[in-house]
């Protein structure tokens, strides 16, 4: 391509090079950031406007076939929000769960520019990828979901922990995933084996299998470390929206010993109170733990009013929403790799519950003391939709529209919490671009985004300034991606491919000899035919691992 530009003059936030709000030029040599451009390349004039690398989100939910089922699930919300197609841009539909192509447009629109699936079955991963391949602009991986799986269990129950190990590795590079997820573990058995059953106690028995969720869960945190995922077990904790969950949360970050872990939607996890009765906050205590625990980092799962869906795999969690919302429900599973469960939700201002979440997920961002550690999200769509990251990033840094928004809310549920102290803090725009960015960014080990250093991906944003940052960070000015001019004046003005990344961890294939003889016994599906083809990858990059050792309590 050989295209050079330079954006001129823009104050640039990039918080990996302590760059903070300094006026400097930024250059541009095909889709990297490089340190000088020939005099006559392209100009973007960014005068009085703010440069920050493409947004990066951790946690959302974005493709395969329990995102395609909730898209099915409401088309009353897809018939309100029709996406017509652009000289550049091809139609779609939006909703709370808008359409591929809407999807990546949509993220693109907000300066966003990489997004990872946070929860995909190995046998949904052909459907992820295909619907990754109509997903435009942004680059995107997934975490494939292996903590309730009865092969792994079997390994641990054995004592097999080498056959472990190479197994892990084998599931990653069969499903081309980014890294590991688990969700509620251990539960799965018990939803399945009882009716509507669930694991309380990361001590309990693990049904049939002589393993408790502590075992698996220490088995998959010190796996994926030793094998060098770029990102390290991405765990959605025990007991998810039951009061008094923390000690779970806390059961669960413990027993990391030190090791990386990453904890998804914090928010949803950090409830007191009694079981069955109502949740007040244990929110400043899970602040706290993360604070002092630098192997930690998590993504918070903020609430927003409004309409969401809660869309998980787990499964006895979307069947006790469904009791609470009346509304229709999807409980789903294939091959029993993992459970599913789909709810249609609307969060209400003046509803405890919910008023609560929202004041816990503004209480663990305003009590962070490391924005690079707790990340922004809003598990989308479970707590409302990636599009409301710009009204979020308004009530993190300006406190006098957070004061107004708070007096909105269920007055009760905020006398629970430390909000109603006024909690003055105003996050800064380079803290907005650790969190949104930068952070998220070095958590998944993707050493070229999240910064504009030399030799970093040219994703880029530039923002006009605004005192309004709602506005601010829903319309940016420019748009970059892979140093291709995406968005110009607030109009789109390309389309463009992203990348599906992926890690590749080494592995013995002898594991392939104990992993077929299960697919031949309980798999419809041929033990040949699982893993999935290199064709279904199209652009794609292998993220190299990062092997980091453990923090020394
Ligand atoms: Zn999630």
Redesign the pocket.
Known sequence: MGSALRITNGRVYDPANGVDGRVQDVCIQDAKVVAEVPADARKIDATGMVVMPGGVDI???IAGPKVNLARKLQPEDKRLDVVPSTPYTRSGSGGIIPSTFATGYRYAAMGYTTAME??VTPIGARHVLEEFHDTPIIDKGFYVLLGNNVFLYRLLKEGRREEFREAVAWWVNATKAYTVKLVNPGSDELWKGRRNANISDLNENIDQFDLTPLDVIRAFIETVNDLGLPHPAHI?CNNLGHSGNATTTLDTMRAAEGRRVHI??VQFHSYGGEPGKNPTSRGPEIADYINSHPNITADV?QVMFGKATA??ADAPLAHLLKGVSGNKWVNADTENESGCGIVPFTYQEKVYVHALQWAIGLELFLLSKDPWRILLST?HP?GGSFTMYPKLIRLLMDREFRNDEIRKVNQRAIRKTCLGDDLDREYTLSEVAIISRAGPARALGLKDKGHLGVGADADITIYQDDPDKEKMFSTPRYVLKDGKLIIADHEFRADHDGRVLHATPAYDPDIEKAIRPFFEDYYSIRFDNYAVSDRYLHNHQVIPGQVIPAVQP
């Open positions: 946690h959302c939910h946070a929860a959605h998804a939607h799962g869309m998980t598990d479970n």
